[in-house]
Antibody
Framework: EVLLVESGGGLVQRGGSLRLSCAGS????????MHWVRQAPGKGLVCVSR????????TYADSVKGRFTISRDNAKNTLYLQMNSLRDEDTALYYC?????????WGRGTLVTVSS | QAVVTQEPSLTVSPGGTITLTCGSS?????????PYWLQQKPGQAPRTLIY???NKHSWTPARFSGSLLGGKAALTLSGAQVEDEAEYFC?????????FGGGTKLTVL
């Protein structure tokens, strides 16, 4: 069974930091680009960041560039998102996902709430 | 960053046909944008129905199809079912980065 399990979310003060993790199992983690996708309450989807199979190529949404860093540890089948200088607008459910031809895996998400 | 546009809401009758579209602020949508279409129902994670313009996953009902139409990506639903009521998001690729549209809330009524 394919599983993606996100963790690390929670309540954080404005300007603070959090590190999200996503543990993958049941598939060949190192063969796939990985994504962090977020969804603010009642809003649409935003592709926050994307990372190549070996970590050598990454992309970020303009809204998080310079504040968020995506990384992966293929030996541990784990994806990370380091989030710094958090803002109110970063409040969202954060999903990790694989979206590749013929493959589509999503976790259940981890909730990040930024408060003043 | 490019802006991807979708109709905010659409309504279709059961058994009817409807086309959702996905435009790009940079110009015409092409196969090179690798258009994806995702479906999300309340309280659930999204799931991809169509990838790379017109390819279906094994779980994609045959009544859904993807194409390029008039400079946009399009998702056509032929023979709508009540269970197709959901939000639909398109996703385009720009120089390796992926950008979602704002979503279309589809009502089957």
């Amino acid at each position: 069974e394919v599983l993606l399990v996100e963790s690390g979310g929670g309540l954080v003060q404005r300007g603070g930091s959090l590190r999200l993790s996503c543990a993958g199992s049941g598939f060949s983690f190192s063969d796939h680009y990985m994504h962090w996708v977020r969804q603010a309450p009642g809003k649409g989807l935003v592709c926050v960041s994307r990372i190549k199979t070996d970590g050598s190529f990454t992309t970020y949404a303009d809204s998080v560039k310079g504040r968020f860093t995506i990384s992966r540890d293929n030996a541990k089948n784990t994806l990370y998102l380091q989030m710094n200088s958090l803002r109110d607008e970063d409040t969202a459910l954060y999903y990790c996902a694989v979206m590749s031809p013929g493959v589509d895996y999503w976790g259940r998400g981890t909730l990040v709430t930024v408060s003043s | 960053q490019a802006v991807v546009t979708q109709e905010p809401s659409l309504t279709v009758s059961p058994g009817g046909t409807i086309t959702l579209t996905c435009g790009s602020s940079t110009g015409a949508v092409t196969d090179g944008h690798y258009p994806y279409w995702l479906q999300q129902k309340p309280g659930q994670a999204p799931r991809t129905l169509i990838y790379n313009t017109s390819n279906k996953h094994s779980w994609t009902p045959a009544r859904f199809s993807g194409s390029l139409l008039g400079g946009k990506a399009a998702l056509t639903l032929s023979g709508a079912q009540v269970e197709d009521e959901a939000e639909y998001f398109c996703l385009l690729m720009y120089s390796g980065a992926r950008v979602f549209g704002g979503g279309t809330k589809l009502t089957v009524l």
